[in-house]
């Protein structure tokens, strides 16, 4: 059995289902994460694990042994809750000894432990105040301290990047990153960004409205989305739809689409279908298409641009092709009009073939 | 900060003004009554500011016993001749008020705590409570009376103490209610996860932090306990006497009320309430506002 | 030279002893989308306020159409304010919450209905009108809620913050609308933002705040590729740019820079002390190849970040990391490689003072 081993996970708010039979590996000494939108019901899950909420159904093992019904000081987890929850009349020190005098630990001992766990996060001159004097990204790093401070099995953390400005974003995501690496210990991560959960995590799951739609590594994601739903919610911009028709003429496949036809090369057979439907829905990443100024080899399906989204490291292309808008990243120093037309080039991958009818791609 | 009109600022402050002038204006009579001669009391036009103030109506309060003295001092205009003793009433007012109030905000904690933390009793659960309040006292008067007849809790501490404490329950409950709600709940979730019971959690965590809301509440429902007089008045029968009792008792077979004495009595019976708002002041504002006013 | 919408001419304001902004001068063309860019405290919401009218400024002046506003009340000023998080009344139907500001203005219903149904039709809202706007996705709901404003006619929209709180997909889809929306509309527009994507990607031009003064006002591309001073440099760019500790020498009138990798970078004939100062380098400037060449030098590569789309990769420079932007799946850990600097794109930023001196090598070089 896994570290970490959800079966079968459903939580009810009234009537409003936060998690529907949620199931859920994760090995030892991983970095993990779970994505989602606002109200996918991520924060449910990791208070579930927790022991914050008790599920109606399913199990949860921890390291060997099921905690689905101990108390939550009894499951030894750690979380980092997404608002800090830093105890408002405690000082940075009180705050992080917090998990040290709660479990009786002996007083030299504690205080050897914060000032290591302080000094590990850079917050040896916040332990004499209190958190309102603390800067957002100091709070963050009071409450990843108190985190640390008692071993656990399991920590996790709950949109720790969510409220701070862009710079510290990317500032503490490399933290997290070293912090994981050195600690070894295993990381439950949830977060609604995209970016943080590809750059951090050893696998991700993604979950929707309690659901868990993809389990796997960020690349494998990325590169191969289970159904619509990932498909857009990861990428940025995210993954053009377009729709097409499926031909076939001799043995050769093609895609039919509106202003462009593509030969389709290397679709298997599947075993999920053993017939494939004619209509279908290719998908297309922005930062696979190449876009080009006159018609050339690969370049030749004709668009207009709508909308130049400069952002300095590259630029984002708003295409209307036949009638229907499409992105596509291109690189910072090429300048594009607005209303220029232009000539696209992209290849039919057989990995992101789309089911319009389950929402599924082709596997 | 915006810009105010000056205009607004001053009818805001006027008005300011005359709330107080009203909510003092009692306060004020009946300090200037308490030092009143007896000839003054009920005279028209009334007499603001006594010429001649006097210590004999506090005199009668705290010894009784001068009463014959203080009517020939006056050439027996008056018949001070009154029952009960004020220190007694202090002393009983002080036990039932303070106990009556310390399980009232107690139960009341626990059942807020409840409330907010696992929805006991659904939505409409504090609402209900609250309709205890809106039945007038005087409707459950007379059951009560029965029923604290033949549990013999008539004329006794314990009566009083629980029927305090039952009928400000709701008050606590819904007052109280609202200071947990503001304390978040990730805080003590917290607290679980390092190692704390819930129980202890909401001991060491959450309480501290609700502790000028729930002193607010205990104030309000002392002042309340204090100042009741339909239940005391009919659930004694003269062995427990209670400050709002005496001051009935302030009336004399020939001269009817006696008013001075009824404003020294009065007086000083709102002197605890003033003292005890003081010592938690800071904590009034947000607590008497439910904590709608920001810090 | 277009016409200008709004100029603030050297504008403060002071709360006590507190000085929040610290005069500023700029000016919005018709049509622009101007953002106001800085980071919490910087003074950007204040000066928002004090343009809708909610503040009165300590100092200055700010016209709207050349026309002085100071004493005018934010009611008459004509200018539209969307809130953070857009706050929409939800209750209301979407018809309802595009009338309220005219109700409120006291419009003939006759007029209000044409206003509205025109409004409608142009943010593509009309096939909506009556839906309740609880039931409204986001894309709706921010069309809404500058439909509400917009259907007032304002002579300028500000914008605060309004996707403060939104999920990172979310935004990016609201962003392209948003700009779309202000084109066709032709609407002046000023934008306060902390976050330097929305900024970059919707402005005509960025105004960026430090501590209440304004430290650049410029096209988002001008921005990223000449910042003033190192608060600019660093504060734009996603990964952040790289600084890397340089000593300056001079060479008669040339100046020339040596790091811990890279030697005799000749900036030139421009005026900077001799010593150390800072290299400022963005990820997306660097190259990592297999062969050395010019302005190259071996390194190690220690940490590689995977964004999706593109890799970030740390490698060791001197005692320090510095950040490489590059496409997927072409570098690993541990691997030597050279690292090569674009002579266009160094900036020298001047210890101290913090400007930045020169955004690329001298010509001669190359």
Redesign the interface.
């Known amino acids: 059995m896994s570290w970490l081993s959800l079966e079968g996970l459903g939580k009810r708010f009234d009537k409003v289902h936060a998690l529907q039979d949620v199931d859920l590996e994760v090995e030892q000494g991983e970095f993990f994460t779970i994505l989602g939108p606002t109200n996918a019901g991520k924060t449910t899950l990791l208070h579930t694990i927790a022991g914050l909420y008790r599920p109606e159904h399913g199990r949860i093992h921890l390291a060997g042994r099921e905690v689905t019904r101990l108390e939550p000081r009894a499951r030894g987890v750690s979380l980092l809750f997404q608002n800090n929850a830093l105890f408002p009349d405690r000082s940075g020190y009180d705050n992080i000894a917090f998990p040290l005098v709660a479990g009786r630990r002996d007083p030299a001992e504690t205080k050897g432990r914060v000032e290591e766990v302080a000094a590990m996060v850079n917050v040896p001159h916040l332990l004499d105040r209190l958190p309102r004097t603390f800067s957002g990204g100091e709070q963050q790093r009071v409450a990843i301290a108190r985190a640390l401070a008692a071993p656990s099995d399991l920590l996790m953390l709950d949109e720790p990047l969510t409220n701070l400005d862009a710079r510290l974003r990317i500032a503490l995501r490399i933290e997290f990153k070293s912090l994981h690496r050195d600690l070894g210990q295993t990381f439950l991560y949830v977060t609604h960004d995209q970016v943080e959960a590809i750059s951090l995590s050893d696998r991700i799951a993604v979950l929707d409205r309690g659901r868990i739609r993809q389990i796997g590594p960020p690349q494998e994601i990325y590169d191969r989305p289970k159904d619509r739903f990932v498909a857009q919610f990861i990428g940025m911009p995210p993954m053009n739809l377009l729709p097409v028709t499926l031909a076939e003429e001799g043995g050769a496949r093609r895609l039919e689409g509106q202003g462009f036809s593509l030969p389709l090369e290397g679709l298997e057979v599947l075993s999920t279908y053993p017939t494939i439907p004619r209509e279908l829905e290719l998908g297309i990443r922005p930062e696979r298409i190449r876009v080009a100024r006159k018609r050339e080899e690969g370049a030749a399906i004709p668009a207009r641009v709508d909308l130049v989204e400069t952002l300095g490291s590259k630029t984002i292309l708003d295409l209307t092709l036949a009638g229907r808008a499409i992105k596509a990243v291109v690189p910072p120093k090429e300048r594009w009009a607005e209303g220029e037309v232009v000539f696209l080039g992209f290849k039919a991958e057989p990995e992101l073939l789309l089911d319009p009818k389950s929402d599924c791609f082709l596997r | 900060m915006r810009k105010r009109n000056p205009w607004l600022t001053l009818t805001m402050r006027a008005a300011v003004i005359v709330a107080l002038l009203i909510s003092l204006l009692p306060i004020f009579w009946l300090f200037s009554t308490s030092l009143k001669p007896h000839d003054e009391w009920a005279e028209w036009p009334p007499v603001w500011i006594t010429d001649s103030p006097t210590l004999q109506n506090y005199r009668i309060v705290f010894f009784p016993e001068d009463a014959r003295e203080v009517a020939a001092e006056q050439q027996g205009s008056l018949d001070y001749k009154v029952s009960g003793s004020a220190w007694k009433a202090f002393q009983d007012s002080a036990i039932i008020s303070t106990l009556a109030t310390l399980l009232s905000v107690a139960f009341g904690t626990l059942a807020a705590y409840s409330i907010v933390r696992f929805r006991t009793g659904g939505e409409n659960f504090p609402f209900q409570f609250l309709t205890v309040r809106m039945m007038p006292p005087i409707a459950v008067v007379v059951p009560m009376v029965a029923l604290f007849s033949i549990l013999r809790l008539t004329d006794t501490y314990l009566g009083l103490i629980l029927a305090y404490t039952a009928f400000t329950l709701p008050f606590s409950i819904w007052m109280i209610r609202s200071f947990l709600e503001e304390v978040p709940a990730e805080l003590e979730g917290a607290a679980m996860i390092h190692g704390y019971s819930q129980f202890r959690a909401f001991l060491t965590v959450t309480l501290p932090l609700a502790k000028g809301g729930i002193l607010a509440t205990a104030l309000f429902i002392f002042i309340l306990n204090w100042s009741e007089f339909l239940f005391a008045l009919v659930l004694t029968s003269g062995d427990v006497i209670t400050v709002t009792l005496q001051v009935a008792n302030y009336v004399s077979a020939s001269s009817g009320k006696l008013y001075g004495v009824q404003a020294a009595m009065g007086t000083i019976s709102t002197l605890p309430v003033i003292f005890f708002g003081y010592l938690i002041q800071k904590h009034l504002v947000r607590g008497l506002t439910f904590g709608a006013v920001k810090r | 030279m277009s016409e200008s919408k709004l100029e603030l001419l050297d504008v403060k304001k002071a709360?006590g002893e507190v000085e929040a902004v610290k005069g500023v001068t700029m000016t919005l063309r018709k049509g622009e989308f101007l953002s106001l860019l800085g980071?919490?405290g910087c003074g950007k919401s204040t000066t928002l306020s004090m343009i809708a009218g909610?503040?009165?400024p300590s100092a200055g002046d700010i016209r709207v159409d050349g026309q002085s506003v100071v004493t005018v009340p934010p009611q008459r000023r004509r200018i539209g304010l969307v809130f953070q998080d857009y706050a929409v009344f939800s209750r209301l139907s979407v018809r309802s919450n595009l009338a309220f500001g005219l109700e409120a203005q006291g419009f003939p219903r006759a007029e209000r209905r044409r206003r509205v149904a025109d409004i409608a039709e142009r943010l593509e809202l009309d096939k909506i009108l009556d839906r309740r706007a609880s039931r409204l996705n986001m894309s709706e709901m921010q069309r809404v809620a500058l439909a509400r404003v917009l259907v007032t006619e304002p002579q300028l929209l500000l914008l605060d913050e309004p996707m403060s709180n939104l999920?990172?997909?979310?935004r990016?889809?609201l962003?392209?609308e948003l700009?779309?929306i202000q084109?066709a509309l032709g609407q002046s527009v000023l934008y306060v933002t902390?976050?330097?994507?929305e900024a970059?990607?919707?402005s005509d031009r960025i105004a960026v705040m430090r501590l209440g003064e304004l430290q650049q006002i410029a096209s988002?591309?001008e921005i990223?590729s000449k910042p003033v001073n190192r608060f600019v440099a660093?504060?734009?760019?996603?990964?952040?740019i790289n600084l890397i500790d340089c000593r300056v020498t001079r060479d008669g009138a040339r100046a020339i820079a040596e790091t811990a990798l890279h030697g005799t970078l000749d900036f030139g004939p421009i005026e900077i002390e001799e010593g150390q100062h800072l290299l400022g380098v963005?990820?997306?400037s660097l190259r990592l190849t297999h062969k050395p060449g010019p302005n190259g030098a071996e390194t190690e590569v220690k940490?590689v970040?995977?964004?999706?789309?593109?890799h970030?990769a740390?490698v060791a420079y001197g005692n320090a990391l510095v950040a490489v932007?590059l496409p997927?799946?072409q570098v690993s850990v541990g691997e030597r490689l050279h690292l090569h600097l674009d002579p266009s794109e160094i900036h020298l930023i001047e210890q101290g003072s913090e400007r930045v001196v020169a955004h690329s090598l001298a010509k001669a070089e190359r």
């Open positions: 709360f980071p919490s909610l503040e009165a999920d990172a997909a979310l990016f889809a962003r392209g700009k779309r084109r902390h976050d330097q994507l970059i990607s919707m988002p591309q990223f660093e504060f734009i760019g996603d990964p952040p963005r990820p997306h940490v970040e995977n964004l999706g789309a593109e970030v740390h932007t997927p799946r």
